[in-house]
Each structure stands twice: as structure tokens, then as C-alpha cells.
């Protein structure tokens, strides 16, 4: 049995493979999948939808903190608990330091995979691809943030 991720991916590709619109966005796709009865809501999945939802709307949930700077408000620390993965949210103006700790090294860890994956792809463009001017990315964020900071006045 296929996973949902590859069962996804082929609706994707029967998308193009019927001719429609691409590069497209997700919503062309979707409502092309709706139409086609490629895909439909699981009655099961109710609650993971909404529990999906919940939690963009926590990530997207900022605050002021009193020195002026706009932060996230609520925060996601995966433990394991009875030998089970849980996502635990805290708020944190309320969190133990332990939480928050869990939270942003995971976030962390969450930017240096998506850096490694960035140098894979740029990586096999410029060897496969082969540009005349090969792409080059630059990792150390240190100016990045700097710049950004001053133009927030922190």
C-alpha cells in the first residue's frame, strides 16, 4: 500500500499528465483532484485536519515582548511520552525553560535540514545542469541577521 505522500504525488503527476495548467498551485491541483474524485475528505482525518490547522494558526501566532520585539507566542517541543512521539504546544510567556529549550533546538535542527537540503538541490542543479555561472550559496547567516536586526532597530 502506497503512502498518502505517494498516493498525493500521483495525483500530482496524473494532473500534468492530463495537460493541465503548470507550473501550478496547490489549490489548481486540489480542485482538479475534488473534480476528478481523485480525492476526497476521510471522515477519519477530521481531526488531524483540524489539529493541522490548530497548529498553523499557533505558529502563526505572534506577540510583542516588552522590549519591543515581535516573537512567536506559541511554541512546539516533540517528546516522547510512554514511548509514543507527542507534539506539546506552550505558550512562552507561561512555558518552562525546559520546554522552550526542546523548542528551539528543534526548530534549529528544523533550519540545518532544510540548509542541507538546499545545498543538495543546489548541488545536483550546477552538476547536472551545469550553468554557465554555477549557483552559489552562502550558509553563514551571521550578516543576514545582523542587517535584518538593524533594520528592526534590535
Known sequence: ????????????????????????????IAAWAVLKKLWQPQSSAIIDQCADQL???????????????????????RISKNGEQTALWADIRTAKAEHMEIAFQQRRQQVVGDCRQL?????????????????????DFTYDIEELQAGSNF
Open 1 to 28: 500500500m502506497a503512502t498518502l505522500a505517494k498516493q498525493l504525488q500521483k495525483i500530482v503527476d496524473a494532473y500534468i499528465d492530463d495537460g493541465q495548467n503548470w507550473p501550478a498551485t496547490t489549490r489548481q
Open 119 to 139: 545545498k543538495t538541490d543546489v548541488d545536483s542543479f550546477n552538476e547536472n545542469r551545469k550553468p554557465e555561472k554555477p549557483i552559489q550559496i552562502i550558509f
Open 55 to 77: 497548529a498553523r494558526a499557533m505558529r502563526e501566532e505572534h506577540i510583542i515582548d516588552p522590549q519591543g520585539r515581535t516573537v512567536r507566542a506559541k511554541h512546539v517541543a
